[in-house]
């Protein structure tokens, strides 16, 4: 079974940072995209950031780029969101999702996961 596991998110004022994690465990073969979403309530959820961690291409919502920056670590399991210069408007649950090929016994399927979601709150 595989688990995303995200942390990062909290309150902070207008201009600060703060910098999302999602470390992915479980039979994972191989990464094949990680993204970054957020949802405000009675909205839909928006792509924020994804990142193909083979070649290492990147895309960003018009709203943050040049602010939110989308990494991996080395193992290419562990993704990061680095939100600087926060505005109020990016106030979300923020949700890490990841789209994989996965292990199950000798068979390999791709699917997506999806984690659990982390609370990103920017005051004015």
């Known amino acids: 079974q595989v688990q995303l596991q995200e942390s990062g998110g909290g309150s902070v004022q207008a201009g600060g940072s703060l910098r999302l994690s999602c470390a992915a465990s479980?039979?994972?073969?191989?990464?094949?995209?990680m993204g970054w979403y957020r949802q405000i309530p009675g909205k839909q959820r928006e792509l924020v950031a994804s990142?193909?961690?083979?070649?290492?291409?990147?895309n960003y919502a018009g709203s943050v780029k040049g602010r939110f920056t989308i990494s991996t670590d080395s193992s290419k399991k562990t993704g990061y969101l680095q939100m600087d210069n926060l505005k109020p408007e990016d106030t979300a649950v923020y949700y890490c999702?990841?789209?994989?090929?996965?292990?199950?016994?000798?068979?390999?399927?791709?699917?997506?996961?999806w984690g659990q979601g982390t609370q990103v709150t920017v005051s004015s």
């Open positions: 990142l193909n961690p083979v070649g290492g291409s990147t």
């Open positions: 999702q990841i789209a994989a090929n996965l292990q199950y016994g000798k068979t390999i399927y791709p699917e997506e996961v």
């Open positions: 479980g039979n994972i073969v191989s990464i094949t995209t």
